[in-house]
């Protein structure tokens, strides 16, 4: 029976950081003959309406606004992606605790491994770069690989390969 692709979940955020932790999951992917799924998690924030037809107009306005933002950002990684020829697939969810969204998301698409940044910059990196890092070492049953903005891509693949 031939072995399932190595699945990698990559943790993308509205930052540099996220888009670099996809470019050293392509990386990795591309060495272990992987797929990655590229994952943004969008906070629902308070919407002040005052009833419940403008809380809904609100709500949908937001949501699509969001699967904008996330479409810019899925496509920014898929271009960083393209030069390590990996499958890549995206999932964003809304509304959840994002660790708790990420664990899910990861069972979900089968994946061995979570690829997160060590910090974010951006809105929805406000959200998921406080404790999500700590939140995920401490919940996941998955391994993690934590990406610093140092961190090079030929490092990963030298580590790879000596292992």
């Known amino acids: 029976m031939q072995p399932s692709a190595v699945r990698l979940l990559v ?3 509205e930052s540099e950081l996220g888009l670099h932790a996809a470019t050293m999951a392509a990386a990795l992917a591309a060495r272990l003959g992987g797929e990655i799924t590229l994952h943004v998690v969008i906070p629902l ?12 107009q609100a709500l949908g306005q937001h949501q699509e606004s969001c699967r904008q933002r996330a479409a810019e950002w899925f496509a920014r990684a898929h271009a960083l992606c393209q030069p390590f020829d990996v499958a890549t697939r995206t999932v964003m969810t809304m509304d959840e605790d994002p660790c708790a969204a990420v664990l899910r998301i990861a069972d979900e698409q ?3 491994l979570i690829v997160v940044g060590s910090q974010g910059r951006g809105t929805m990196a406000r959200v ?30 030298g580590a790879i390969a000596t292992a």
Do not use: F, Q, T, Y
Not at 128 to 149: I, M
């Open 45 to 56: 924030e308070h919407i002040d309406a005052r009833s419940a037809p403008s809380a809904m």
């Open 110 to 112: 089968g994946c061995g």
């Open 11 to 13: 943790v993308l955020d």
């Open 128 to 157: 998921l770069n406080g404790s999500l890092v700590a939140d995920l070492v401490r919940l996941s049953h998955l391994p993690l690989l934590v990406c610093r903005e140092d961190m090079k891509v030929g490092w990963l693949a």
